[in-house]
């Protein structure tokens, strides 16, 4: 089972390398309390078809050790960087679902993205949803401290009672089994309640607008109309704006999991934009 130490912290971080090594690289960057597996309607089609993708276990999620630091974006964004640095990859397309796209933009940030060709965010939270002086239609903090607050009472309720919004199941075509949903719901105990409950708080102060202009790679933002985690309009929408050269893909009636409900479609997306 792979893994590799930060040099930073010495946290050992998993990771996954599917497909062939020589094939051309997808690495992949999860959203809050998931690990890799919530790519794998992405990641397994993707590597048989030649594609090598890659896929990290935050620190405090999966098979990643439990800590109590490190939970700042610029130390989370500093892991991904070592794991790419440690696989020594090039000519990366960066895939990141929800706060996994701050990552990617802090990396690009941090490191210049010497590494990176391109890179997608899916249902992201960047810029951010908070109410902020350059942002001042966005939620107000105290709303999400309050969430927080719910959040460390009660994690498993929850995540049960979000799950319908999560993947917009009242929408067409958004039809989850019973038992898909409580996979899903299942998965998000994969974060240690410390690793949870730091996400959280990052979520509730996240501005990287000041970033995203200075972008200098094409970027694909993909983004459901019914994302109610991260509504369109206060994320997907102002990401594609302030990034210079973006491709906008908005998907009629999906949520927040639409890398579920939607995920042949996403995967045809990224299919293509990494085969540019």
Not at 86 to 92: N, R, S
Request: net charge negative.
């Amino acid at each position: 089972m792979p893994y590799f130490e930060t040099t930073t912290d010495g946290t050992r971080l998993h990771y996954v390398d599917y497909g062939p090594r020589e094939g051309r690289p997808v690495v992949f960057v999860n959203s809050s309390y998931f690990g890799t597996e919530m790519w794998e309607f992405q990641m397994l089609p993707l590597a048989a078809e030649g594609f090598r993708c890659v896929g990290l276990d935050r620190r405090g999620h999966g098979r990643s050790d439990d800590v109590w630091d490190g939970f700042d974006l610029d130390t989370l964004a500093g892991d991904l960087g070592a794991l790419l640095d440690h696989l020594d990859l090039t000519g990366i397309t960066l895939v990141g679902h929800s706060l996994g796209t701050a990552e990617v933009v802090r990396h690009l940030t941090l490191s210049g993205g010497g590494r990176v060709a391109r890179i997608a965010l899916v249902a992201g939270m960047v810029p951010g949803p908070v109410r902020s002086a350059d942002h001042p239609e966005g939620v107000d903090p105290a709303l999400l401290a309050a969430g927080n607050e719910v959040f460390r009472k009660d994690r498993p309720g929850f995540f049960a009672r979000g799950a319908a919004p999560f993947f917009a199941l009242d929408r067409p075509g958004n039809d989850l089994s019973p038992a898909m949903v409580r996979y899903w719901e299942e998965r998000c105990a994969g974060a240690t309640a410390r690793a949870a409950n730091a996400l959280g708080d990052l979520v509730a102060t996240l501005n990287t607008a000041p970033e995203l202009d200075g972008i200098d790679v094409p970027a694909l933002v993909v983004h459901g109309t019914h994302d109610a985690s991260a509504p369109i309009h206060l994320t997907g929408e102002r990401a594609a704006r302030l990034i210079p050269d973006s491709t906008f893909h908005v998907y009629e009636d999906a949520g927040h999991g639409l890398f579920v409900t939607h995920a042949d479609r996403l995967t045809a997306d990224l299919r293509e934009f990494a085969g540019r």
